[in-house]
Each structure stands twice: as structure tokens, then as C-alpha cells.
């Protein structure tokens, strides 16, 4: 067997222009980025108004909660007077009956 030489040539690096790299890609984002804002604002837009809405009908769920507590409470106080109103019939008639003549 002959030895043979194997020569392994690497691959030659080009010089890269980085200012010419760096002015494309300036270049290329001062484009991308409106259309991207755009884009998403566009996207954003129905999420935004969807969280909007469930959070008003949360807020209408807590004040029909409220609404209702305060009415059972008005309800409460209202046939508290009620009662207190009877007894103080039946003390009214009490006392009439006490001044009344016995006939």
C-alpha cells in the first residue's frame, strides 16, 4: 500500500463588510417594525375588546350581587318595622282597653 497524502483544504472565509451588514438590517427594520405594529394591533384589537367585556360583566355580576344584598337587607328591615308596627297596635289597643269604661 502506498501512502498517499490527503490534503484537506479548508474552505476560504470571505471578509465580511459589517457596515454594509448592519445598514440592510437597519434598513430592513425601520419597515418592519410599523408593519409589525400594525399587524399586531390589528391581532391585539379583538382580544383586548373580548378581556373588556368579560371584565364589565364581572363588574355587573358583583353589582347585581350587591343591588341583591342591600335589597334582602332593606327587606329584613322593612318586616322588622312591620312587626314593631303590630306590637305597637296591640299596645295601642292595650292601653285603649284599659281606658275605656266597663260597661
Keep these: ?6 490534503s484537506v483544504q479548508t474552505p476560504q472565509i470571505m471578509p465580511i463588510d459589517v457596515t454594509g451588514v ?7 427594520l ?10 399586531l394591533r ?4 379583538p382580544i383586548a375588546e ?14 347585581m350581587a350587591l343591588l341583591q344584598q342591600r335589597l334582602d337587607l332593606l327587606e329584613q328591615h322593612l318586616g322588622g318595622m312591620e312587626s314593631e308596627l303590630h306590637r305597637v297596635r296591640e299596645v295601642q289597643e ?8 266597663e260597661e
Design 50 to 63: 373580548a378581556m373588556a367585556k368579560i371584565r364589565e360583566g364581572q363588574r355587573a355580576d358583583r353589582e
Design 1 to 6: 500500500m502506498v501512502d498517499q497524502e490527503v
Design 22 to 28: 448592519v445598514t440592510v438590517i437597519m434598513g430592513s
Design 30 to 39: 425601520i419597515i418592519l417594525i410599523p408593519i409589525a405594529g400594525i399587524t
Design 94 to 101: 292595650f292601653h285603649a282597653g284599659l281606658k275605656a269604661p
Design 42 to 45: 390589528f391581532a391585539i384589537k
